[in-house]
């Protein structure tokens, strides 16, 4: 039986010298049984070439998504906008969901898959949404800030249960959920922290990181073990 191969999309330094992808998310896929590949960006045509390689797609976090890219201009200050980032993302996760890879989709990746699917943002949760709760906590990433309803009937559900309390490290987040996909799980000030796909193959996204939660929380190293099992399934078919 084959090592499922996941590919995980990585970062760039603001000077764009360097791709990079942090350790925790490497190391949560090897724990669920899985082989890293990491997917450095490339021109945005290409980036289907990546998809022979692997069985499955992580979406990583990193900074914001510039927002021409679904059809709106900044209101809102914006946080390491690389465009070329975002192009090749975009079309990586759009190759994916077009090729029935399971995806998840972790913080900014949430945001990346939204979008692919034709969804856009709120550029600023504090500007764009009253009442809305501090979601770019300030303590350390393996602690939580606030709580979050998983919805029922939900993949997310089996998976996760009916709640559980996430960290937050974002300040976009999903407003107009995309074509295809559907909310798995909100904040209690409303504010989307999960969304899901219909359909056989698993694709999940949460705002959260649960790479840093899941030494404190086996729940969350569940979503990586159920991924990689999704995975499983490509590589024996």
């Not at 990079?20 to 045509?45: C, D, M, T, W």
């Not at 949404?129 to 559900?157: M, Y």
Request: net charge neutral.
């Amino acid at each position: 039986m084959g090592v499922p191969r996941i590919g995980i999309t990585c970062d760039l330094e603001a000077g764009r010298e360097r791709a990079f992808v942090r350790s925790a998310y490497l190391q949560a896929i090897v724990a669920a049984g899985g082989l890293p590949v990491l997917l450095p960006p490339v021109k945005p045509e290409l980036a289907a070439g990546y998809l022979p390689l692997v069985d499955g797609l992580l979406l990583t976090g990193g900074g914001d998504i510039e927002p021409s890219f679904f059809n709106a201009r900044p209101v809102a200050n914006l946080v390491k906008v690389l465009p070329e980032r975002d192009a090749f993302d975009l079309a990586l996760t759009r190759a994916a969901l077009a090729g029935g890879r399971p995806i998840l989709a972790i913080c900014r990746g949430i945001q990346v898959l939204n979008v692919a699917a034709g969804g856009d943002l709120y550029q600023d949760i504090k500007a764009e949404v009253p009442g809305a709760l501090e979601h770019s906590q300030t303590g350390p990433r393996a602690e939580t800030s606030h709580g979050i309803e998983v919805i029922s009937g939900t993949r997310l559900a089996a998976v996760l249960g009916p709640g559980a309390r996430v960290n937050s490290l974002h300040h976009q987040a999903v407003r107009r959920v995309g074509q295809g996909l559907k909310i798995s799980a909100v904040a209690p000030d409303g504010v989307i922290e999960a969304l899901e796909a219909e359909g056989r193959v698993a694709v999940m996204g949460v705002q959260w990181h649960p790479e840093d939660l899941r030494l404190v929380d086996r729940r969350q190293g569940n979503l990586f073990q159920y991924f990689v099992e999704q995975a499983r399934g490509v590589t024996l078919s």
